[in-house]
């Protein structure tokens, strides 16, 4: 599934993800944790950040600095309305590029929908992002390879190279793992923070 049709899908569930969300404290548990792991807490960026919500809340409460990015310009609508103190950009991960480094770097439930060909660039352009020191927080599937399925009605795409592979990539781009979690096993929704060296 490439970013446009992902786009397509989550803009057509935006709606009801944000209602669901609200009041949701999924993931938030991890988030403390990274935010915990953090030297320096004032640049953090949300890559595949929806509508916003808790995530974004926490982030803000810790006093970080945020930028956010998603593809889906139906989910940014509603983020902007939740949160209009939050610099929101409509991006794709794959192809956008910044000069800023970052102390926090939050890919929560985002990267996993990328075409398996891009889960590696992707990783490594995250550790590139951080400041030393620097922490990043993301979620993929224990399970190797591409599949599709069906969520709220629309058809999503998922990729993953599995967790070996993902600590090869954060190892060989000068970030040590800090924590990893199959958080809802025996399904293989996998977390993992990396710490980046100086």
């Known amino acids: ?3 446009s049709q992902l786009a397509k899908s989550y803009d057509k569930i935006a709606q009801q993800w944000n209602a669901d969300m609200i009041g949701s404290d999924y993931g938030i548990s991890m988030i403390e944790r990274a935010i915990w792991y953090c030297a320096e807490k004032s640049t953090a960026l949300d890559v595949g950040c929806g509508s916003g919500g808790r995530i974004i809340n926490r982030l803000l409460d810790n006093g970080f600095g945020l930028n956010a990015i998603d593809v889906s310009g139906g989910m940014l609508q509603l983020a902007k309305e939740n949160h209009p103190q939050v610099r929101f950009e409509k991006a794709d991960i794959i192809e956008w590029e910044t000069e800023q480094k970052f102390d926090l770097i939050v890919a929560w439930d985002s990267i996993f929908h990328l075409p398996l060909k891009f889960q590696k660039p992707v990783v490594e352009k995250l550790c590139r992002l951080l400041h030393p020191q ?9 399970a190797e390879g591409e599949h599709e399925d069906t969520w709220l009605g629309e058809k999503f795409g998922y990729s993953s190279i599995g967790i070996d592979a993902n600590l090869k990539i954060l190892a060989e781009n000068n970030c040590q793992c800090r924590h990893l979690e199959l958080d809802q096993y025996p399904q293989r929704h996998v977390i993992v923070i990396a710490r980046r060296q100086s």
């Open 1 to 3: 599934m490439n970013p």
């Open 134 to 142: 620097g922490v990043l927080i993301y979620t993929f599937g224990d």
